[in-house]
């Protein structure tokens, strides 16, 4: 039970830094949906079809400036 509380709570750490990171400031609604599609490859780079995939900041950044923004 405690080794699960950790693993959530290192996934939520995870996603709340990188959002963060996307965004480049605070993370308000406004912003956050200036940079929604940023925001999406993050969260898919972090989550790919259900499982856990990534969980290094740097990583994630790295992925996210490789693939386009879809229109």
């Known amino acids: 039970m405690c ?3 950790i693993v959530v709570a290192e996934v939520l750490y995870v ?16 912003v956050f949906l200036e940079k929604y ?5 993050c969260l898919d ?9 990534h969980t290094d900041k740097d990583r994630i950044r790295r992925l996210t400036r490789l693939k386009p923004l879809a229109d």
């Open 45 to 53: 780079e972090i989550v790919f079809q259900g499982t856990l995939e």
């Open 37 to 41: 599609g940023k925001v999406c490859l």
């Open 3 to 5: 080794l699960r509380i």
């Open 15 to 30: 996603i709340t830094s990188s959002v963060k990171d996307v965004c480049k400031k605070a993370p308000t609604e406004r």
